[in-house]
């Protein structure tokens, strides 16, 4: 096997947005798992895309869109999500197929090729710059510096938000502070996952880790790994099988969480569980 | 008559409640509310679902939005802003709610949530913490289960861990809500006398709301009766929980009251 292709600054690039894009989405990833607020993301992630493309129609910076739009999604979600009354499902529902339908909108506005919102759509993590580099960089330091900062604060806030509220916690301060980091992660890893497959990398790697402990450090810990991990084999797959490297990514990812539930201790009856209480012990 | 003994603490009042009114979408929880209760009381807060009981304890803790009225709980008004100050003194313990089997977190862990309030922000639990962590899982008989996932309690057992995650707070006015809904008679009367131990020991001033009628008189100085939205009466637990007013609280007819009564007694 050929491998001299790491030696290229592109693949070098490649390899450490991998690493940078994986810690970012797998932390933020826990957050969504243990709040059971996947649908938020996903929506959060399409309206990023939308955004995106609505900087690429009017020729403005799409990242500074994809962020924009990304956060005014959750501007709206946050108080549905806050309140926990009505379905939070249906609105969020709403906004993901509005933001869809803009995307496509803006997508049909823009003039000339759109190899530039499909690139957006599908990501390509082996044309990611330097910079693209030390944006996701920064991003993951925000992410990872603010988690461990204030550990306990988001701890209590995904446990149960009325119970840190009432022990004077600012769970809703954290619940926005977790909507903006998730919307941060997103933008910075749209160019190199894209903007429809991108969900996948936050949400696939924590559900994974979240099928393997019950502990909420290592929790953060498996599921950067394993985000980190799916950049890494998806990378070498799509370099070695020419393969589009956001798709390889991602269903590496999702065979990992198809791993993890197989070997699950939370969902195996042990053997000692399946013999009935001997005689001599009732 | 318990409470003659104590006159000393009788002008010592720890939440004031005034004309309090809450309303959430198109109704109205409380529809005027007041109520005074001094310190080292012990109220039982009494009247069918919907009545607004849970609301009550929710604008003392700071958590019920007032719409009119005023609230000073320890000598401080409750507003928007000394809510996160006031919360940090005030113990809650709200109803059982399922919790997901697989929740990555441990019964020590969430008892440990009750101190993060007090310790503020940046700083992390020592060894102090943990302590009074694992002091209050002995108090409530939960050490043996202190590293299960705390999904996989059972109702009585989250009921025990919440109350330790309350006390772990060290807080000077307890709030209960419904601690013996869903639990089994025995389990039932094992958390009301946990309940009542933890009160005069700790010098607590309690509210505990519920519809559960056995459990009260055993525990509580006064019982306040509520209905539609509003305090319908109070008094002692004998003068309060009489046949009449039990069947024009709940609208039942007196004889279905004794019968009630009767069938309670085994409790």
């Keep these: ?125 082996l044309t990611n710059t330097r910079s693209d580099v030390m944006l996701l960089g920064i991003v993951a330091a925000v992410v990872v510096g603010l988690v461990i900062a204030f550990y306990k604060e988001f701890q209590a806030t995904v446990f149960h938000r009325d119970m840190a509220r009432s022990v004077g916690i600012p769970a809703t301060l954290i619940l926005y502070v977790i909507l903006f980091l998730t919307g941060a992660t997103i933008t910075v890893s749209l160019s190199s996952i894209g903007g429809l497959l ?43 099988l020419n393969i589009p490297s956001g798709a390889t990514i991602v269903i590496v990812s999702s065979v990992i969480f198809g791993i993890a539930t197989i070997l699950s201790p939370k969902r195996k009856v042990k053997p000692w569980q399946k013999k009935p209480l001997p005689e001599e012990r009732r | 008559m318990g409470s003659r003994v104590k006159t000393k603490e009788m002008n010592n009042i720890v939440i004031n409640i005034e004309n309090a009114v809450v309303s959430y979408r198109e109704d109205v929880a409380l529809r005027g509310v007041s109520l005074r209760v001094k310190s080292g009381e012990f109220v039982g807060i009494v009247g069918p679902n919907g009545a607004g009981k849970t609301t009550l304890l929710t604008i003392v803790n700071g958590l019920g939005k007032l719409v009119h009225g005023r609230v000073e709980v320890l000598g401080h008004l409750l507003t928007p802003g000394s809510g996160h100050f006031l919360r940090k003194r005030v113990g809650y313990v709200p109803q059982v709610e399922n919790i997901d089997p697989r929740m990555p977190i441990n019964v020590r862990e969430v008892v ?46 989250q009921q025990r861990v919440a109350i330790a995650r309350c006390l772990a707070q060290e807080p000077e006015l307890f709030l209960l809500d419904e601690p013996t809904a869903s639990l089994d008679w ?20 309690t509210l505990f709301v519920t519809h559960d009628l056995s459990c009260l008189p055993v525990a509580c100085d006064r019982v306040i009766l509520v209905k539609q939205g509003l305090i319908w009466g109070e008094g002692s637990p004998a003068e309060a929980l009489t046949d009449d007013n039990l069947s024009q609280l709940y609208d039942m007819p007196i004889s279905a009251v004794r019968e009630r009564r009767k069938e309670a007694i085994l409790i």
């Excluded at chain 1, 990398?201 to 991990?229: D, E, W």
């Design chain 2, 112 to 157: 440990m949530i009750g101190r993060y309030g007090l310790l503020g922000l940046l700083r992390r639990p020592g060894e102090h913490d943990w302590k009074i962590v694992d002091e209050m899982l002995e108090l409530v008989g939960m050490s043996h289960l202190a590293q299960r996932p705390i999904g996989h309690l059972s109702g009585g057992e």
């Design chain 1, 198 to 240: 991108i969900f996948s990398l936050i949400l696939n790697p924590a559900a994974a880790a979240y099928q393997l402990t019950y502990s909420m450090k290592r929790m953060f810990l498996l599921s950067a790994g394993f985000a980190v991990l799916s950049g890494w084999i998806g990378l070498l797959m799509s370099y070695l």
């Design chain 1, 1 to 125: 096997m050929d491998l001299s292709i790491f030696g290229y600054q592109f693949m070098q690039n490649a390899i450490l947005s991998a690493v940078l894009g994986g810690i970012a989405c797998g932390t933020i990833g826990v957050f969504v798992v243990t709040m059971h607020m996947p649908f938020v993301g996903v929506c959060m992630s399409h309206a990023a895309f939308a955004g995106a493309l609505l900087g690429l129609w009017l020729g403005f910076n799409p990242l500074i869109g994809a962020f924009g739009v990304s956060l005014a999604s959750a501007a709206i979600i946050g108080p549905l999500a806050d309140r926990g009354e009505l379905s939070p499902e249906t609105s969020v529902g709403v906004i993901f197929s509005l933001m869809l339908g803009l995307a496509f909108l803006f997508m049909g506005l823009m003039p000339g090729t759109k190899s530039g919102a499909l690139e957006l759509l599908w990501g390509s993590i």
């Design chain 2, 186 to 205: 025995r389990a039932k009367a094992d958390i009301l006398g946990l309940v009542r131990l933890i009160h005069n020991s700790r010098h607590l001033t």
